[in-house]
Nanobody, 122 residues
Framework: QVQLVESGGGLVEPGGSLRLSCAASRSIIRVNTMGWYRQAPGNARELVATITDGGSTNYADSMKGRFTISRDNAKNTVYLQMNSLKPEDTAVYYC????????????????WGKGTLVTVSS
């Protein structure tokens, strides 16, 4: 199966931290730029951060300084460290890659995981 699998979501109090992970399934041998996006109820999906396979990062302005994106290319895994969480960070967080290559040579673009829910509440 070709999958991006997110994990690490949950309930956290305001001011707390969470670390999200997104792992590409074994059938995926290469991913290019990976990113995190989020969607709160009633809102459109929005960019959180992206990271290229070379390690260049891009953040939405509201996430700068609180969130850190990183990746392990050997594991085809991307992480999102979220600190100083606020209730308005409550959303489903989705992993994305702009391009992946499978073990059998299939190339897929704009591929998404199913998301992990982050709830920030006291």
């Amino acid at each position: 199966q070709v999958q991006l699998v997110e994990s690490g979501g949950g309930l956290v109090e305001p001011g707390g931290s969470l670390r999200l992970s997104c792992a590409a399934s074994r059938s995926i041998i290469r991913v290019n730029t990976m990113g995190w996006y989020r969607q709160a109820p009633g809102n459109a999906r929005e960019l959180v951060a992206t990271i290229t396979d070379g390690g260049s990062t891009n953040y939405a302005d509201s996430m700068k300084g609180r969130f850190t994106i990183s990746r392990d290319n050997a594991k085809n895994t991307v992480y999102l460290q979220m600190n100083s969480l606020k209730p308005e960070d409550t959303a489903v967080y989705y992993c994305n890659t702009d391009r992946l290559v499978t073990a059998w040579g299939l190339i897929l673009t704009d591929y998404w995981g199913k998301g992990t829910l982050v709830t920030v509440s006291s």
